[in-house]
């Protein structure tokens, strides 16, 4: 069973960064595509960028591309989403996911973290 725990996340001004972590216990990821998603209030869980197993393939949403890099260190087991020029509509609940298969689709993945808070605010 792969648990996913995410941290990392808190309240940041507009325009600020933030390095969000996404650890595995119990298991590896090595033979894990991680997506990260988020879900802002009264909307729908969104992908926001995802990485291959073997970390030389990632993909972004169009409201995070240049702002967000996905990043793997299997050595740690870790897998982080930097996030820079952070924006009020960044706010959400992040999560991340692993899947056998890579993109950001919701239904590709299997194992869910609970989720940290990113605030983006004055």
């Known amino acids: 069973q792969l648990r996913l725990v995410e941290s990392g996340g808190g309240l940041v001004q507009p325009g600020g960064s933030l390095r969000l972590s996404c650890a595995a216990s119990?298991?590896?990821?090595?033979?894990?595509?991680i997506g990260w998603f988020r879900r802002a209030p009264g909307k729908a869980r969104e992908g926001v960028a995802c990485?291959?197993?073997?970390?030389?393939?990632?993909n972004y949403a169009d409201s995070v591309k240049g702002r967000f890099t996905v990043s793997r260190d299997d050595a740690k087991n870790t897998v982080y989403l930097q996030m820079n020029s952070l924006k009020p509509e960044d706010t959400a609940v992040y999560y991340c996911?692993?899947?056998?298969?890579?993109?950001?689709?919701?239904?590709?993945?299997?194992?869910w973290g609970q989720g940290t808070q990113v605030t983006v605010s004055l």
């Open positions: 119990e298991s590896t990821l090595d033979n894990y595509a």
């Open positions: 996911a692993a899947s056998r298969f890579f993109g950001r689709a919701v239904n590709l993945y299997d194992y």
């Open positions: 990485i291959n197993h073997l970390g030389d393939m990632t």
